[in-house]
């Protein structure tokens, strides 16, 4: 029996990732997977709750396949699937909607966001959004959920509707514990400091792909925007060269405390020379490996059907006793 707790965790391939999506997301998985049994999915059933091209969602979710393991995700030690690829997830979504209140569902911040952009799309898949996301955690018996603090009024969902089914009929699910991260959960625009770093940003400006070229990386960097105080000192009121300096840390490994010092007397010109030395060599062989990964996509194929395989194997295990408890017959 492998005793490990379990990690599961996913990201919808809605297009190319940032770097805040790297530091806030996909870099922590990394270090979970020596330590617990980890199941890392691409969410591509969640990603058409907003409209996309059926051509695009394809390469969306083999890029991000690639991605993760261009990250570092490790298919001998981590589970790495695609949601569709396991049909458990869209059958406990149908059981768990049939005990999920409207009013809470209402409630979810990111619905609410989601509503007022799509308003000619306002589809009831984006309403039960929360409640797939919570059928991915469940199946699995999950311990932790690794997610930006953006998830975590989902995560609370997914733990009630386990609490609310284990009630009704007897013990059956795990009630799974969010994982935020306190450093890195966030990294902002260079363009705007006060707001996070997203890729629907309408200025390139400020956000930097992981694909981004090292000439792109350059000039973004070079175009941050800092303040006049001309310090390279950590706080709060120069909230640009604190953000440029949680990702120099986060990529070189050096403390800001260290940062601080190295670049005292210095200008903001030789330290983004250098941000953006240590973010291009940072990406170097993730970008690499992601080329190779692309290149070779029959590799791809065969992980994401080993995965496939084996978080099906889990997911109908939990499936099973769920069909029992609600008391439907089994075929035999
Ligand atoms: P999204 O692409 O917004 O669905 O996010 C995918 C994952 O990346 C989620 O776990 C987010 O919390 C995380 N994430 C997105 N943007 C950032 C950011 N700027 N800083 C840190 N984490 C982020
Ligand atoms: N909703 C999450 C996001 O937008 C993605 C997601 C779907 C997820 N299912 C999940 C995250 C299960 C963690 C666990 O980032």
Same mark, same amino acid.
């Given at each position: 029996?492998?005793?490990?707790? =379990? $990690?599961?965790?996913?990201?919808?391939?809605?297009?190319?990732?940032?770097?805040?999506?790297?530091?806030?997301?996909?870099?922590?998985? =990394?270090?979970?997977?020596?330590?617990?049994?980890?199941?890392?999915?691409?969410?591509?059933?969640?990603?058409?709750? $907003?409209?996309?091209?059926?051509?695009?969602?394809?390469?969306?979710?083999?890029?991000?396949?690639?991605?993760?393991?261009?990250?570092?995700?490790?298919?001998?030690?981590?589970?790495?699937?695609?949601?569709?690829?396991?049909?458990?997830?869209?059958?406990?979504?149908?059981?768990?909607?049939?005990?999920?209140?409207?009013?809470?569902?209402?409630?979810?911040?990111?619905?609410?966001?989601?509503?007022?952009? /799509?308003?000619?799309?306002?589809?009831?898949?984006?309403?039960?959004?929360?409640?797939?996301?919570?059928?991915? =955690?469940?199946? #699995?018996?999950?311990?932790?959920?690794?997610?930006?603090?953006?998830? %975590?009024?989902?995560?609370?969902?997914?733990?009630?509707?386990?609490?609310?089914? /284990?009630?009704? #009929?007897?013990?059956?699910?795990?009630?799974?514990?969010?994982?935020?991260?306190?450093?890195?959960? %966030?990294?902002?625009?260079?363009?705007?400091?006060?707001?996070?770093?997203?890729?629907?940003?309408?200025?390139?400006?400020?956000?930097?792909?992981?694909?981004?070229?090292?000439?792109?990386?350059?000039?973004?960097?070079?175009?941050?925007?800092?303040?006049?105080?001309?310090?390279?000192? &950590?706080?709060?009121?120069?909230?640009?060269?604190?953000?440029?300096?949680?990702?120099?840390?986060?990529?070189?490994?050096?403390?800001?405390?260290?940062?601080?010092?190295? &670049?005292?007397?210095?200008? &903001?010109?030789?330290?983004?020379?250098?941000?953006?030395?240590?973010?291009?060599?940072?990406?170097?062989?993730?970008?690499?490996?992601?080329? #190779?990964?692309?290149?070779?996509?029959? #590799?791809?194929?065969?992980?994401?059907?080993?995965?496939?395989?084996?978080?099906?194997? $889990?997911?109908?295990?939990?499936?099973?006793?769920?069909?029992?408890? $609600?008391?439907?017959?089994?075929?035999?």
């Amino acid at each position: 029996m492998d005793e490990r707790k =379990i $990690v599961f965790s996913g990201v919808q391939p809605s297009g190319a990732l940032t770097i805040g999506n790297y530091i806030g997301a996909i870099k922590n998985w =990394i270090d979970l997977q020596d330590e617990y049994n980890c199941f890392y999915c691409v969410v591509d059933l969640h990603a058409i709750t $907003v409209p996309q091209e059926p051509k695009n969602l394809r390469k969306n979710t083999l890029d991000l396949l690639a991605l993760y393991l261009a990250s570092g995700v490790d298919p001998e030690k981590a589970t790495v699937f695609i949601q569709s690829h396991v049909s458990a997830h869209t059958e406990l979504t149908w059981v768990l909607n049939t005990i999920s209140y409207m009013g809470q569902l209402n409630r979810m911040t990111q619905f609410k966001e989601k509503a007022q952009r /799509n308003e000619a799309n306002l589809n009831a898949g984006l309403f039960t959004y929360p409640v797939l996301m919570a059928s991915d =955690i469940l199946l #699995y018996q999950t311990d932790l959920v690794p997610v930006g603090e953006d998830q %975590k009024q989902h995560l609370e969902l997914a733990r009630d509707l386990a609490e609310r089914f /284990n009630n009704k #009929y007897s013990d059956t699910f795990k009630v799974p514990d969010p994982l935020i991260k306190t450093v890195g959960a %966030k990294i902002m625009s260079l363009q705007n400091p006060e707001s996070k770093m997203s890729k629907s940003d309408a200025d390139d400006n400020g956000y930097i792909l992981l694909l981004d070229k090292p000439d792109a990386i350059e000039r973004k960097i070079k175009r941050a925007v800092t303040d006049s105080i001309g310090e390279v000192r &950590y706080r709060d009121e120069q909230p640009g060269i604190k953000n440029l300096m949680n990702i120099y840390s986060i990529f070189s490994g050096e403390s800001v405390e260290h940062l601080e010092k190295k &670049y005292e007397g210095e200008g &903001y010109g030789k330290f983004k020379g250098d941000l953006a030395d240590v973010v291009v060599e940072g990406l170097r062989p993730l970008q690499e490996k992601y080329d #190779y990964y692309m290149k070779n996509k029959d #590799y791809l194929e065969t992980i994401y059907k080993e995965g496939a395989e084996n978080a099906e194997r $889990v997911a109908r295990k939990t499936l099973r006793k769920v069909y029992k408890k $609600v008391g439907f017959i089994p075929r035999g």
